[in-house]
């Protein structure tokens, strides 16, 4: 209720409030903000598993193609592995395991990034899905904003009324909308520049504009709500009990690599990417348990990792220098 009402006031003297501004406070307001609430949003108490909570050999997987490219490059003599949005470090524990004089940086929200250029890897899963976004929609020969205003019953969306010119969005038909990328865009631009030399492998679940464009996907967006499991595309429900997401454009994302001189590779399903990496024991370590129960436990989890999350969930990979 509290961060209702600071929302509210600040509608009330501000006007309708940008989306990515909603979400900020929604979800990083430091004391009622979803991620800052004693709650754990994670796993079966939680509201989502992510790819590491639901089958630990996604970490090993991770670290195995980190440290291919890590020999790849000569095996310098530091190897930084700088993991964005790393949450409960899931993923970082075993890359820590798997390469230990590795220097792992985790850097979570407001946290501090490196303040010199660093040779390695960057590495993210679920960080840009996280990322505060605006929501557009398609007016003639351009775009007007939907921002979050006040109505009798609560929160209410409110055309912004004004047209405005975005970085990087799809082309999309009149009336179809979809969320602008700015913060995401801004946060790849910033990892150009912090990484001297090696490699960005960032996994999220996404699309490219041409999906969006000739697929039809997401005629009105794609924000969704979590909240215990289920999702909801009513985002302004509750605003730091649920989860806030919007799909990534890896479109964007690809330009802006290229932009900045990145080599970029072609953009696989996870399921693809961890096929490539994995070894046979690889797979075989990620069922290996003491009770036939847990085992079939494990092969279910494998399923999804690989075929449920697996064929939406996205893998972008690029190389500088
Ligand atoms: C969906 S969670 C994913 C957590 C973890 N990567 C995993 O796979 O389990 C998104 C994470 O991104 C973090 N995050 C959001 N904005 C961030 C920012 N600007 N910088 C760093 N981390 C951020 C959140 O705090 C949260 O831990």
Redesign the pocket.
Known sequence: MELAEIMASEIRANGPMPFHRFMELA??HPRFGY?AGTRDP?GHEGD?Y????LQPVFGRLVAQQLDRWRRAMGSPDSFTVLE?????G??GDEIRRCMPDVNWIP?????CWPDRPVVGAVF????F???PVDLVERRGNGWIEWRVGLSESGFAWQPGGCHVTRRGLPRIGEGRRIETCERQVA?MERIDSVLAQGWVLAIDYGYTHDEVERAGRFPDGSLMGYYRHRADPDVLVEPGRR?I?AHVNFSALEDCGRAAGLEVFPLQTQQAFLLGVGEPDSFAYALAAGTEMRRTALRMLLKSLLFGLGETFRALVMRKG
């Open positions: 979800l990083y991620y994670f989502f992510t790819n590491a909570q964005l949005g790393p949450g409960r899931e993923t850097v979570e929200h407001d946290g993210c899963n679920e960080f899905d996280a990322l946060a989860d997401t």
